[in-house]
């Protein structure tokens, strides 16, 4: 049975009145919503957890409490994600009165694990994986791939933020984590608004690293040091005469 956005909404609305749900929850729900139609009704679809705590302004704690409870009440499933190299996966669900109507997996797997190889993106791009010793499926770093998906590697990506960071910091340049995600944000838009739609992680790195640089030295983020000759005391008076006669000092 073909089901459209609106029994997403109905369904939730009719649960609602059994048992209200918070704002948050409600907040989040209609929040997953979005994001499946963004993907062109995307389901299941994957999303990183720095982007739905950005815009909801949440923290990680919390998101974990309010997925737990969308579950638990029917209406989603989750698969978390599996270290920097797949982002939490999410589907919504349709329940019929007895039972769920909709039984959405993740990925297409029949137990709710994880697998991507190969996995096909809401434009169609088919993204190649590998599989490690241990069967966790990486990305190559040449794999070119979507902006969307890009952008939700990088962001949940905090060894490589926390790494900017670092090198900001030698640099003379003061951003914290949360502020490297939102000129992160603003990198994607300009790739978008610039045409780009593939591209690979490590070629992104490199290019966001010195878009970054760029933008925070032109806008004067950069602390100046001073050079060990401009280091002391300044002398502004300009009669010599008064530095003559030194033996008195």
Same mark, same amino acid.
């Given at each position: ?31 997953? %919503?979005?994001? #499946? ?5 995307? =389901?299941?679809?994957?999303?990183? +957890? $720095?982007?739905? &705590?950005? *815009? ?36 919504? %669900?349709?329940? #019929? ?5 909709? =039984?959405?997996?993740?990925?297409? +797997? $029949?137990?709710? &694990?994880? *697998? ?134």
């Amino acid at each position: 049975m073909e089901v459209s956005p609106f029994d997403y909404m109905k369904q939730f609305w009719r649960e609602n009145e059994v048992q209200m749900f918070s704002a948050k929850e409600t907040q989040l729900y209609f929040f997953f %919503l979005s994001e #499946s139609n963004r993907l062109y009704w995307r =389901n299941p679809f994957g999303c990183s +957890t $720095q982007r739905i &705590t950005n *815009n909801l302004g949440i923290s990680r704690q919390t998101l974990c409490r309010l997925r737990k409870k969308l579950q638990d009440r029917g209406l989603i499933i989750y698969e978390e994600g599996k270290n920097n190299s797949i982002v939490p996966c999410y589907g919504l %669900l349709i329940k #019929s009165k007895d039972s769920i109507m909709q =039984n959405v997996t993740i990925n297409g +797997t $029949q137990n709710g &694990t994880v *697998n991507v190889t190969p996995c096909e993106t809401a434009d169609g791009t088919i993204i190649k994986t590998h599989k490690t010793a241990d069967n966790e499926s990486i990305i190559s770093m040449e794999e070119l791939l979507p902006l969307d998906r890009l952008q939700s590697i990088l962001c949940d990506d905090r060894e490589w933020i926390m790494r900017i960071k670092e090198y900001l910091d030698k640099q003379g340049i003061k951003l914290d984590e949360t502020n490297i995600g939102k000129r992160l944000e603003d990198f994607f838009l300009y790739l978008q608004t610039g045409g780009t739609k593939l591209k690979s992680i490590a070629d992104t790195q490199k290019h966001f690293v010195n878009w970054l640089m760029k933008r925070e030295c032109s806008r004067g983020n950069k602390q100046k040091s001073l050079s060990p000759q401009q280091v002391g005391v300044k002398l502004t008076e300009d009669n010599p005469n008064k530095f003559k006669n030194i033996s008195e000092w």
